[in-house]
Structures are given as C-alpha cells and as structure tokens.
C-alpha cells in the first residue's frame, strides 16, 4: 500500500493559453487585412493588420515549437508519411503551415502591386485563418473527460474570441470614422457572442455532473475564479461591452480602453478554460 505515489500533472501548461491568444489575433487581423480588398474602409490598415498577423503568426509557432521536448520535430508536420490524418493536431498543424505559406504569398503580391491575386489570396489566406481558432477549439472539444472543453460550443467561442480581439488590436491603429464604426460594431456583436456563450458554458458546468460541478467550483472560486470572472467576464467582457454604449465609445478613445479590457479579458477567459478542463484531474 502506497508504494506508489501518481502525481497528476497538467499536460497543457498556460504556454497554451499564450498561443491560442496570439494565434487568434493573428487570424483575425489577416482578415481585416483581406477585408480591405473589398470594403474600403479598411484599407487604411491594410497593411499594418498583415504585419501584425504575420508577426504574431511567428510568434505562435516559435511558442508550439519551444513547447517540444525535441524542438526539431516540428519537421515531422512537413512529414505526410509521419502524420496521423486522424488526429486534429495534425490538421492543425498543417492549416498552420499553409497559412504561412499564404501569408508570404500575399505579402509578395502586394508588394508588387497585383490586385487580381492579392484579392484571391486574401480570400484563400482568410479561410485558412478562420480554420486557426477553429481547430484550437476542436483541439479541446475533442477530449470527452474534459467537462469544460468537451462542448460543440468551443470552436465557436475561440472563432467569436479571435474576432473580438482582433477588432480590440485594430482600435489602436484605425483611421478614418466609418473603420471606427465597423470596429465598434465587429467588437459589441462578437463581445455579445462571448457573453451568450460563457452564460451557456457555465450553465453546462454547473449541472453536468460530478466532474463537471467540481470544475465549475474551480472555475468560479479561488484564483482561477478571480481569473475567469474577474478579468474575464466582468472586466474583459461585460465592461467593454458597457463602455461601448455609452457616447464616449464611439470615440476612438473610448474604443481603445474598451479594446485594452477586451485583450485582457481574452487573454483570461483562454486561460482559464484551458486551465480549468486540467484542474480537477490534479485533485482526483
């Protein structure tokens, strides 16, 4: 008798969260950036958002492949006789490439002043870049013995949560009233998506079961609380949203402290959801 000791650790550290942060703007301002080929208003950033998304595409990679025990692997991805077509990483891997490989495509073209195939990659690169938050979500629905993660609903969360962070770093470099306006706008629907969603992740938590209550107790109490509804909800989402509806957010001022707690309250809300669907197993 306890000649073993098992420490249940978290295999997914908050190195994650940072990632699934990063990436999310990342895909959010190549779409502002492909948007402005098609609505003007955006075209004062155009460029500006794709070397944000770029920048910040890198660094999300530099994060995945630090996180190896054997960095060099991350050439097994390159590797189709070596991927598991079976596993979303793999697909998540792979959208992640061809979303570089995009990306520099779109960057040369633009350089050289081609529209016609600036205007097609900027709808192949915003595909791609949708499918970034999209796979980081299946990525946790997948696992069945995760309360929190195992919902329909997290794709949809991380895609609602890249929108409005990405919106959140656009304030800060947008120009022009009418972009402010379409910013405002992308940021009140989207932060009213995260809101609905968070209310329907909660309400599964809470009466889902052992597991589930017990990860709900985790998530709404303690520091993890304090993270989650904190920062989370009632500074990162709910704040905003009500700076937003008064006059001075719909200045740029106002939309850019609105942005500052939309960022931090993103960035929490990652964290806690990748943190809190690990916790109880630490415990049990």
């Known amino acids: 008798m306890l000649e073993f000791n098992i420490f249940h650790l978290m295999p997914w550290s908050g190195a994650y969260a940072i990632y699934f942060f990063v990436i999310g703007i990342a895909a959010a301002m190549f779409f502002f950036s492909a948007l ?68 520099i495509l779109y960057f040369l073209v633009m350089r050289k ?16 870049a949708l499918g970034l938050p999209i796979y980081t979500g299946f990525d946790l629905t997948v696992h069945q013995n995760r309360p929190v993660w195992n919902t329909p609903l997290m794709p949809v969360l991380f895609v ?18 009418k972009l402010l306006v379409m910013l405002r706008r992308f940021m009140l629907w989207s932060a009213g998506a995260v809101a609905a969603m968070l209310v329907s992740l909660l309400g599964t938590t809470a009466y889902g079961g052992s597991g589930s209550e017990l990860t709900f107790m985790f998530m709404t109490s303690g520091s993890l609380g304090a993270i989650f509804v904190g920062l989370g909800i009632l500074a990162g ?48």
């Not at 900027?122 to 791609?128: D, M």
Request: glycine share 12%; charged share 10%.
């Open 36 to 103: 402005s080929w098609y609505r003007p208003e955006f075209q004062t950033i155009r460029t500006q958002s794709f070397n944000i998304s770029f920048i910040l595409l890198a660094a999300g990679g530099l994060l995945l492949i630090g996180d190896l025990t054997q960095p060099l692997r991350f050439l097994n991805i390159m590797n189709p006789a070596y991927l598991n077509f079976s596993s979303p990483l793999a697909w998540g891997g792979l959208n992640l490439i061809s979303f570089g490989i995009v990306s």
């Open 237 to 284: 989402t709910v704040a905003p949203i009500a700076v937003l509806l008064t006059n001075s957010g719909k200045q740029q001022g106002g939309m850019m402290l609105a942005g500052a707690l939309l960022l931090v309250g993103g960035m929490a809300l990652r964290y806690s959801i990748l943190i809190s669907g690990q916790i109880v197993q630490t415990y049990y």
């Open 160 to 177: 609602a949560l890249s929108l409005l962070s990405g919106a959140a770093v656009a304030t800060f470099i947008a120009k022009g009233e």
């Open 113 to 128: 002043n081609d529209e016609g195939n600036s205007r097609k990659l900027a709808v192949v690169g915003a595909l791609l």
